[in-house]
């Protein structure tokens, strides 16, 4: 069964911390792995995109890193903000077959991130 | 418009009622989906269209839950009889091309509670 489990399920840092938020999964087979930000009352915004050949991807202070043999990724927030508050959601995409493989983008619960001043 | 918009944001409905959902996707974008978000959870697929064609309705939960895209731009998703379980916001997701491969630009949501 295709599957995205994420780790913690919530985290509480201190304003200008660190933090790795960690993603691990089973979907089959892979085609791309993407880190969405949603806020609280608002849509998911998507941070980054990574396909099988990617290991690393920057934007800003995130970077997420992927490894395609364990079927692991991770988020790293660098310098946190009180802004970074918000839920992490970790997204895998299946290579389907023709048109419907829409069911085989399978979205992770998150992991909650606040941040304290 | 710059983003996709939904409506309304809000909407509370007594068990049994018809609602109705709107999604106005970004301008172009050829794929729309729906999702239901529980709270603390992930959003989970409902269905998929590409232009006017329903091409995905496997994570429907029920011969309850209806959407369509007439036009190919403006999708509604419609609920019957709604019951409790049904509480959840219901996002709306479009893509320039193919879903896989392309990126999702997410409305705002619709949360809806039954009563």
């Known amino acids: 069964k295709n599957q995205v489990e994420q780790s913690p399920q919530s985290l509480i840092i201190l304003e200008g911390k660190n933090c790795t938020l960690q993603?691990?999964?089973?979907?089959?087979?892979?085609?791309?792995l993407r880190w969405y930000k949603q806020d609280t009352g608002r849509g998911p915004v998507s941070l980054t995109i990574?396909?099988?050949?990617?290991n690393t991807k920057s934007n800003g202070r995130y970077t997420a890193t992927l490894d395609a043999d364990t079927k692991q990724s991770s988020l790293h927030i660098t310098a946190s903000q009180l802004s970074d508050s918000a839920s992490y959601i970790c997204v895998v995409s299946a290579r389907g077959r023709g048109y419907s493989s829409a069911s085989k983008i399978i979205f992770g619960s998150g992991t909650r991130l606040s941040i304290r001043p | 418009g710059a983003g996709v918009s939904q409506s309304p944001r809000y909407k509370v409905a007594k068990r049994g009622q018809d609602v109705a959902l709107r999604c106005d996707p970004i301008?172009?974008?050829?794929?729309l989906f729906w999702y239901q978000q529980a709270l603390g959870q992930g959003p989970e697929f409902l269905t998929y269209?590409?232009?006017?064609?329903?091409?995905?309705k496997s994570g429907l939960p029920s011969d309850r839950f209806f959407a369509e895209r007439p036009e190919g731009s403006v999708s509604t998703l419609k609920i019957q009889r709604t019951q409790q379980e049904d509480s959840a916001v219901y996002l709306c997701a479009s893509s320039l091309a193919d879903r896989g491969s392309d990126t999702q630009y997410f409305g705002p949501g619709t949360r809806l509670t039954v009563l």
């Open positions: 993603c691990n999964y089973t979907v089959s087979p892979f085609s791309n």
């Open positions: 269209f590409q232009n006017e064609a329903q091409l995905d």
């Open positions: 990574m396909t099988f050949s990617e």
């Open positions: 301008s172009g974008h050829v794929s």
